[in-house]
């Protein structure tokens, strides 16, 4: 979850499909020598697909990062099941791409051994990389809370985490904070602000508890933007105390460049089961290809390696958590400064006030809103 995980240009990701299927395939007798990937950001590095071209020299391996799931996801639906043999997306989706036919199970005999040695609430193992009839849908991997982000120099976060997403209605707020504008996020953080579930159908009287949330929350905000960058610098520059929508993801970067009083905000309480906060997981999973590659299972079990994980976990541009990390031979590799940057020192706690990231049940309508108080 980079700074391309922000509103996708659907333009650009129709070219690079027709671009990658006008391609074809390569002229190989077996696709064991053949390995595409589609992915969020950090799976398409050269630390991560380098020593995997090394161990299976001759292969073609490729990645492609996504911009949304539901944009890649959609890619599959389109037909371009027969090009791609791996999927990393965000939790809810597996369970829905299982019965679709769009992915399939891993073999647990040889997966199932790594949630052992994963963190926490991942080591039970993760219930949604399951389906309700136990077959093992994806692997986990990164991971992170994603609510807000302070400059601790101006807002304490003992009070950012009291107040939660109230502190943007504080009158003394007004200008004083960004929205970092990632569309279905923002649906989701707006919704929690106005003590909805985003989860949950929205009767016309929720609709307008959300309509005046996102009209209050961007017309008193000083600074709106998709460019995560442009956001950090006006924080750390103090042009805004705060802004709406981040977490580990977005404040790890500042971060690990020294600036410890960027930090991201899971609220204490919040409106779906007490819980103010949202947590992002990712799965990675197989593609049903009619022509399945040999390497795809090799690959999922290549990145629960320690040194892989480690450089999925410090990818270029963000740096999250991995599930991996319960493993002492993976959490040795990172530094106290590194720990700091994904603030290692509050996660569980944070984790215990988010829920789930889900798909948003009352989409079109929040989303036609949600655009117009945008446009305002």
Sequence with gaps: MTLSRRKFNAGLAGIAGAALLGQGRPAFAARDTELNILCWEGYNTDNVLGPFRQLHPGARVRAESGTSDPDMINRLRAGELNVWDVLNVNQPWARRLAPEGLIKPLDKARFMPYFEKMSGEFAKPYPLAFSDAGDLLGMPQRYGPFSFVVNTDKISRETAEDQGWKLFFDPAMKDRYGVLTYGDWNIMHLSLAGDLNPFEDMDDAKRATFKSTAEAIFGNAKLLTDDLVAMTTA??????????????????????????????ITPRTGPVNGKGGLVWVELTSLINNPDPSGLAEDF???????????????????YNPVTQMGDPDVFAKYSPEELDAIQWDSLEEELSRATQYNVIKDYDALNAIYTAAKRR
């Design 235 to 264: 924080l750390i520059n103090g042009e805004i105390d705060a802004y709406f929508t981040g977490g580990t993801y977005t404040a790890s970067p500042a971060r690990l460049d020294g600036a410890s009083n960027v930090r991201a």
């Design 300 to 318: 999922l079990e290549f990145v629960q390696q320690p040194d892989v994980a480690k450089s999925v976990s410090f990818a270029e541009g963000t």
